[in-house]
Structure formats: C-alpha cells, structure tokens
C-alpha cells in the first residue's frame, strides 16, 4: 500500500468527508492510501474506532492556519475538500478557510482536487447567505495551474443534514423551519 497514491479527505468529520472516507475504504482497499484530516484526536475517534489501520489519521489540522495543513497534504497527489462550518461563528468567512485548503493542498504538491460546492453558486442573488460559502472557491479553483485538476460536486441538499440537524429541531421544538432566504 505504501506504493499507492495518496487520497486525503478534509474534513473527514463532516458528513460529507465521513461517506467519502467510507466509500474510499469500500471501493478502493488496496488502490489508494486514505488520509482523513481533523481538527482534534476527539473528532477523529471514532473514524479510527471504525476503520482502524485501514486509514491515516492527520489531527491538528485548522483550516485558518496554513502550516497545520501542509502534514495532511504532504505527499498527496487527490483531495477532496469540504468546506468547514463551525456553527458557533456562522457562515461568514468559510469560504476563505476553504480557499486556505485548497492553496494549501495545491502548495503541497496535490494535483486533484474534489471540491464538495453547492449548487447556491449558479444563483448566488436568490441564496447569497449560503452561495458566499462557496462561489469563490470555485473562482480559485479556475486559477490554479494548468496541472492541478478539480471536480466540484454541487449537491442539492444533503439528506444527512436533514438528519443531524432538522430531526433535532423537530423534536425540541414540534416544529421544522427554514431560514427565510
């Protein structure tokens, strides 16, 4: 394995990040080494409890420092990045924290991206709370050197989020709203 190319996926602790980890290890056991990237020994437990050696563990990785990243893309050549979001500082600025991984993945050495977007990008004036998170990162995506190829994958809504977050609302409140847009 150690000859396989390396795969990282940042963050693994969200939703996104955690299928993705997943399906890597389902699909591909023996074509590419996965690295799953978190913020602390905590958020990375439990991946560690499930898939044990089967994948690399990075923690201390914090998307507003540069140098913390450069230890989970050392080495890689794909990555899939999902923008960060910590509930407790909204929604402004995880564009820029994702900006950050991506120059990070790229000044590592990374020649593949997959960029988990959103489909807010293509009418950014109906939904600009959410769009912002997402619509200039894919505008850097555009301006990295002719080597470094990317995907973005523009989901509608995850239905893990339903999930994790409405269920939780339901229940505390007997009631399920959305933001007003």
């Avoid at 389902?26 to 905590?42: D, Q």
């Avoid at 990785?61 to 979001?85: E, I, K, R």
């Avoid at 120059?103 to 593949?112: F, H, L, S």
Wanted: proline letters at 4%; charged letters at 20%; aromatic letters at 8%.
């Amino acid at each position: 394995m150690s000859d396989c190319p390396v795969a990282v996926v940042i963050t693994a602790s969200s939703n996104s990040g955690n299928a993705c980890v997943d399906d890597l290890i389902e699909r591909y056991p023996n074509a590419v080494r996965i690295r799953a990237a978190f913020r602390t020994e905590e958020k990375a437990a439990a991946c560690v409890a499930k898939h044990g050696e089967k994948v690399e563990v990075v923690t201390g990785v914090d998307f507003a420092n540069a140098a913390t990243l450069a230890p989970a893309f050392a080495g890689a050549s794909m990555a899939l990045v999902v923008t960060p979001h910590d509930p407790a500082k909204g929604l402004d600025g995880d564009d820029k924290l994702t900006n950050t991984a991506v120059e990070a993945a790229v000044a590592a050495g990374v020649t593949y991206i997959v960029y988990v977007g959103s489909w807010t990008v293509k009418c950014p004036d109906q939904v600009r709370i959410i769009a912002n998170r997402f619509c200039s990162t894919e505008a850097l995506l555009k301006t990295l050197p002719e080597n470094v190829k990317w995907t973005v994958l523009r989901g509608g809504y995850f239905m893990q989020n339903l999930r994790e977050g409405a269920f939780k609302q339901i229940k505390a409140t007997g009631a399920f709203t959305m933001p007003d847009f």
